[in-house]
């Protein structure tokens, strides 16, 4: 199973921008991102494919965030612009053997999570 670790979440001010790194100790068919907020369930924010590249976001977040990897080195970015309040959470990174997968139960790996607070 691939084992995921993230980094790079911290205290940023609304409109800040943040990247979000996520360590893969191998490839998966699809990589993606989800947030947890307080009180609230995990949701799905930008999934990619690991042999292609296709991207693919939540409506709430696209056009702001920008998911990529790095194949060379195993790694999956979240590019994170024009931060909001609600966008704090604590973001996961999951790896998927099903394409374009959104779903939590189609990801078969996560990390430990990386906490992202915007507020001023």
């Known amino acids: 199973q691939v084992q995921l670790v993230e980094s790079g979440g911290g205290l940023v001010q609304p409109g800040d921008s943040l990247r979000l790194s996520c360590a893969a100790s191998g490839p998966s068919v699809a990589m993606g991102w989800f947030r947890q907020a307080p009180g609230k369930e995990r949701e799905f924010v930008a999934g990619?494919?690991?042999?292609?590249?296709?991207?693919y976001y939540e409506s709430r977040v696209r056009g702001r965030f920008t998911i990529s990897r790095d194949i060379a080195n195993n790694t999956l970015l979240l590019q994170m612009k024009s931060l909001k309040p609600e966008d704090t959470a604590v973001y996961y990174c999951?790896?998927?053997?099903?394409?374009?997968?959104?779903?939590?139960?189609?990801?078969?790996?996560w990390g430990q999570g990386t906490q992202v607070t915007v507020s001023s």
């Open positions: 990619i494919m690991w042999i292609g590249g296709s991207e």
């Open positions: 999951a790896a998927s053997r099903s394409p374009l997968a959104t779903r939590e139960i189609e990801f078969e790996a």
